[in-house]
C-alpha cells in the first residue's frame, strides 16, 4: 500500500515540479492569440472553457488504454507501478505537452503536418500514412471492443454486429458535427464518470482489506506465468500504453490545440491530462494486484479467461463497488473506449483534410473523406481482435518514439535543453525496436539476438538523427524562434 500512495503522490508532484521545468524550457507566450480565436470556423476551431477541454483531452486520451493496458501491466507485478509513474512524468507528459503546444504553435495543425516541419517531407509522408493507419486501428478497436463487453452485459440479446452497427452510426455522427454539438457536450460527462469511478476504486482499496503488493527488490522481477514468452523489456512497456506514453495523444491533442484560448492552458490541458490517465492507470494496476489475492490469483484469473482485461475490469468494478460499479462501469468501461474512437475518426478527418487542404466548412467535404475511413475500419472488423490489438498496441508506441524524436529537433532548432525528449525518444527507440524483433506478430526472435538487435537499431537511429538535425539546421527555413 505505501509503495501505491507514494507512487500516486509521486505523479502529483512530477506535475507541479516537472511540468513546471518542461514548460519553462518550451516557453509559453501568452499574449500570442491562439488558433482557436484567430482561425474561429465554428466547425473544429471553436474557443471552449479549460474545464470542458481538460474533460474531452482526457476522454479522448484515455480509452481502454489505463484500465485495459493497466490491468494487463499488473500480471508483470509492482514494476508497472515505476513505468506508470516514470513514463507518465518523463514521457508521457513531455510527449504530451510538446506535441500539444506545437500543434497550437502551427495553427492546430495535426501531427503527421508538425512532424513534418522539423523532420522534413520524406517523414511527413510516412507519418501521413502510419497516423491513419494507426488511427483507423483505434477507431477498429474501439468499436469492437465496447461492442463485446455491450454484448456481454446484455447476454448476447441483440448480437454483437447490432451493437457495432449502434456505435458506428454514432461515430459518423460525432466525426461530422461541429465539435460543440456533440463531443463537448458529452465528453464531460463520461470524464467525470470514468474519474468518478476511479476515485471509488481508490476508496475502495484503502477501506478494504486489499494487500497491494510493495516496490521490493524482490518483486521488481517479471511475474508472469511464462516470463521467457513475455519478456519485461520491453513487453511492459507496449502493454501499458495509454497509462506511461502513448502516440493516440499525440493525434488527439490538435482537436483541442483548435480549441484553447490561451498558451498558458496547455499544462493543464496536455501535462495534467497525462498525469491523470497515469493516476488511473496506477488505481486499476493495484486493483487488479489485490482484488485477485495477489499477482499469482491475477494471472491465473486472466489465463482462465483468455486474457479477456474486459471481463477483469467488470469483476473488479462489480466486486468492489458493487450496484454503484456496474452503472460507473458502463459509463467508464464502455463510454470511454467508444469516445475515444469517434475522435480517432474525427483526427483521421482532419489530417486527411490538411493533406488535401480541404476546407472542411462544408458538411459535403467532411463526408467525402469520412465514409472511405469507416468502410475500412468495418472490413478490419473482420479480422481478429487480438491481432489488430496487439499491431495497435505496437504502432502506438512506434508514433510516440517518432514525435518524441520531432521534440527534440525542434528543442535543438531553437536552443532549447533538448534532454527532456531526447531521453525518453532514445528509451522508447529501444522498446519498439526489440518489441518488433521479440515478439511473435513480429520477427519473433530469441530475446538475446532481439536484445542486441534492438540496441543497433537505437545506434542506427541515433546517427541517422543526428546527421539529419546538423543537415537540417543549416539550411532551417522555418523561424527558430516560434
Request: a positive charge; hydrophobic letters at 55%.
Amino acid at each position: 500500500m505505501i509503495s501505491f500512495l507514494l507512487s500516486v503522490a509521486t505523479l502529483i508532484i512530477g506535475y507541479f515540479s516537472y511540468g513546471k521545468i518542461v514548460e519553462r524550457i518550451f516557453g509559453i507566450k501568452e499574449a500570442k492569440v491562439t488558433p482557436a480565436i484567430r482561425l474561429e470556423d465554428g466547425i473544429d476551431y471553436t474557443p471552449l472553457p479549460l474545464w470542458r477541454i481538460f474533460l474531452i483531452q482526457f476522454l479522448n486520451i484515455a480509452g481502454l488504454g489505463p484500465i485495459f493496458g493497466a490491468i494487463a501491466g499488473a500480471m508483470y507485478g509492482p514494476s508497472a507501478f515505476l513505468w506508470i509513474v516514470l513514463g507518465s512524468i518523463f514521457a508521457g507528459g513531455v510527449h504530451d505537452f510538446l506535441s500539444g503546444m506545437l500543434s497550437v504553435r502551427h495553427d492546430g495543425l495535426s501531427i503527421s503536418e508538425v512532424v513534418g516541419i522539423y523532420l522534413g517531407p520524406y517523414v511527413k509522408h510516412f507519418m501521413r500514412f502510419f497516423t491513419i493507419i494507426l488511427l483507423i486501428f483505434v477507431g477498429t478497436v474501439f468499436m469492437m471492443g465496447p461492442a463485446k463487453i455491450i454484448d456481454g452485459m446484455t447476454s448476447g440479446l441483440f448480437g454483437v454486429w447490432t451493437w457495432v452497427f449502434i456505435i458506428l452510426i454514432y461515430y459518423v455522427l460525432s466525426t461530422l458535427l461541429p465539435i460543440d454539438k456533440l463531443i463537448s457536450k458529452l465528453y464531460p460527462v463520461f470524464g467525470v464518470a470514468m474519474l468518478l469511478m476511479a476515485m471509488g476504486l481508490f476508496v475502495a482499496l484503502l477501506r478494504g482489506s486489499y494487500t497491494i503488493p510493495e516496490i521490493t527488490i524482490d518483486n521488481l522481477r517479471n511475474m508472469t506465468i511464462s516470463p521467457e514468452d513475455t519478456p519485461l523489456f520491453p513487453m511492459l512497456f507496449i502493454t501499458i500504453a495509454c497509462g506511461a506514453i502513448s502516440g493516440f495523444h499525440a493525434t488527439q491533442s490538435p482537436l483541442m490545440a483548435r480549441c484553447m484560448k490561451n498558451e498558458k492552458e496547455g499544462k493543464k490541458v496536455f501535462f495534467g491530462t497525462m498525469i491523470t490517465e497515469g493516476i488511473v492507470a496506477l488505481i486499476w494496476a493495484a486493483a487488479s494486484m489485490s482484488f485477485f489475492g495477489n499477482i499469482e490469483g491475477l494471472n491465473g484469473a486472466m489465463i482462465a479467461n483468455g486474457n479477456n482485461a474486459a471481463w477483469a475490469a467488470n469483476e473488479i468494478s462489480l466486486g468492489m463497488l458493487g450496484k454503484i460499479g456496474g452503472v460507473l462501469a458502463i459509463l467508464g468501461i464502455v463510454a470511454a473506449p467508444i469516445t475515444s474512437g469517434d475522435t480517432a475518426f474525427r483526427s483521421a478527418r482532419l489530417i486527411m483534410a490538411d493533406i488535401f487542404k480541404w476546407d472542411q466548412k462544408k458538411i459535403k467535404n467532411r463526408l467525402i473523406i469520412s465514409l472511405p475511413l469507416f468502410m475500412v475500419a468495418f472490413l478490419l472488423t473482420q479480422i481478429d481482435f487480438g491481432i489488430i490489438w496487439r499491431y495497435f498496441a505496437w504502432s502506438n508506441q512506434t508514433l510516440a518514439t517518432i514525435v518524441l524524436w520531432m521534440a527534440t529537433a525542434y528543442l535543438i532548432y531553437n536552443n532549447k535543453n533538448y534532454f527532456i525528449s531526447a531521453i525518453p525518444a532514445a528509451f522508447m527507440t529501444a522498446v519498439c525496436g526489440t518489441y518488433i524483433l521479440v515478439a511473435p506478430e513480429g520477427f519473433n526472435l530469441e530475446n538475446d539476438v532481439a536484445y542486441y538487435g534492438g540496441f543497433i537499431i537505437l545506434l542506427c537511429v541515433i546517427i541517422l538523427f543526428s546527421w539529419f538535425v546538423r543537415k537540417k539546421g543549416k539550411s532551417l527555413v522555418i523561424p527558430l524562434k516560434i
